[in-house]
């Protein structure tokens, strides 16, 4: 099963309680199609880019939720009757992607290349004038000052 972001965005006087119900009936769904809660988080009250506009007005600011889940493809469709809850502003769906990290990112071409250059790099290969003691050579360019107290 894929595994999506569920984003919830409430109006921002909606009291805690009546959110957990809406989260908890979310997950009721879910959970009777088989799929898994994952994580939840809650981000409080946040400032919007641009008023939403409500039939009980326009709102600047909203709680925001993410459920992460792993669900059936068709979960897109059932969820649609939060259209109808007034408590919502928004709500978005997301899917996660095959996401790979690290040398699974690169192809096997493209991660031999990429160590190849990091070998050759000039912060591993120091000229020979570099790898010499350079403190002799500051010492003509240092100034010493007598101070007269």
């Known amino acids: 099963m894929p595994l999506y972001d569920c984003m919830l965005l409430l109006k921002p006087h909606v009291r805690k309680e009546s959110l957990m119900d809406l989260v908890a009936r979310v997950s009721k769904h879910v959970c009777r199609r ?10 409080g009250t946040v400032q919007l880019g641009y008023g939403i506009k ?4 326009r709102y600047y ?4 939720m993410q459920m992460t889940m792993m669900t059936t493809p068709n979960i897109n469709k059932e969820l649609h009757y939060l259209n109808k809850e007034d408590r919502l502003l928004r709500w978005l769906l997301v ?3 095959e996401t ?3 040398q699974e990112f690169l192809s096997e071409e493209d991660s ?38």
């Not at 990091?118 to 100034?143: A, F």
């Open 34 to 43: 088989n799929g898994v809660i994952t994580d939840m988080k809650s981000f």
């Open 54 to 57: 409500k039939l009980d007005g």
């Open 61 to 64: 600011q909203g709680q925001l």
């Open 95 to 97: 899917k996660h992607r």
């Open 100 to 102: 790979k990290y690290g």
């Open 112 to 149: 031999k290349s990429e160590f190849n250059k990091l070998q050759r790099s000039s912060i591993y290969n120091m000229d020979e004038s570099e790898t010499e003691d350079d403190d002799d050579d500051d010492e003509e360019y240092d100034v010493k000052y007598d101070v007269e107290g």
